[in-house]
């Protein structure tokens, strides 16, 4: 069975900095690799999406990088700002997860002004 | 453009009460959709799914049931509820897996 692992499970940084929250999943035949934002009490927000093949991806300040061989993915946050405080999330899909999105337990992500 | 509603916000229900948990899809045509669980501290469980009308699938056996009446409209059931069910449900869509699963803003639901 699919194992999705989001370590560390809480960071907080001060403002500014660059930072990378990591994804690791224990069955590297995954079709995907999402990425989402989850704020206090509300719903998921879509980041990134990394498909198949597409080691990159890449939105504003943020880059998720993917490697099924070794399954691990990065998510990298360059210049945080306060904003950027949130629960972050990764899912994969694949054979393994009966083909439905299989969820972390998340990073919680604290910026410090 | 698409967008997902989800309805109601908040929810305080009994034991022992019914429930009803409505989800509606606008802007595409024969989405996937999903029903999501979040308890306090743990990770999404995906609870059902469904491919097309009427159909549905459960990935937990539990105090909970689903129907899809419309192309568009996914619901989410009870027929007596238990403390166990309070968490936060989460519905989602998605046109194939190649393109991610968009989520609604979610429903917090507390059974008293």
């Known amino acids: 069975k699919q194992e999705v692992t989001q370590i560390p499970a809480a960071l907080s940084v001060p403002e500014g900095e660059n930072l990378v929250l990591n994804c690791s999943f224990t069955d590297s035949a995954i079709y995907n690799l999402q990425w989402f934002r989850q704020d206090p009490g509300k719903g998921l927000t879509s980041l990134l999406l990394n498909q198949s093949s597409q080691r990159e991806q890449t939105s504003g300040r943020l880059n998720a990088s993917l490697d099924k061989s070794s399954g691990r993915s990065t998510l990298y946050i360059a210049a945080s700002q306060p904003g950027d405080s949130a629960t972050y999330l990764c899912a994969v899909i694949g054979p393994g997860t009966g083909n439905q999105f299989y969820f972390g337990t998340g990073t919680s992500l604290t910026v410090i002004p | 453009s698409q967008t997902i509603h989800q309805w109601p916000a908040t929810l305080v229900q009994p034991v022992g009460s019914p429930l009803s948990l409505e989800c509606t899809v606008e802007?595409?045509?024969?989405?996937?959709l999903y029903w999501y669980r979040q308890a306090a501290g743990r990770g999404l469980q995906l609870l059902f799914y469904s491919v097309g009308i009427g159909q549905i699938s459960s990935e937990v056996p539990q105090n909970l049931s689903a129907s899809r009446p419309q192309d568009r409209q996914f619901i989410l059931s009870s027929k007596k509820l238990l403390l166990s069910d309070s968490g936060f449900y989460l519905c989602a869509w998605s046109t194939g897996q190649d393109y991610g699963y968009t989520f609604g803003s979610g429903t917090r639901l507390t059974v008293v």
């Open positions: 802007g595409t045509s024969n989405p996937n």
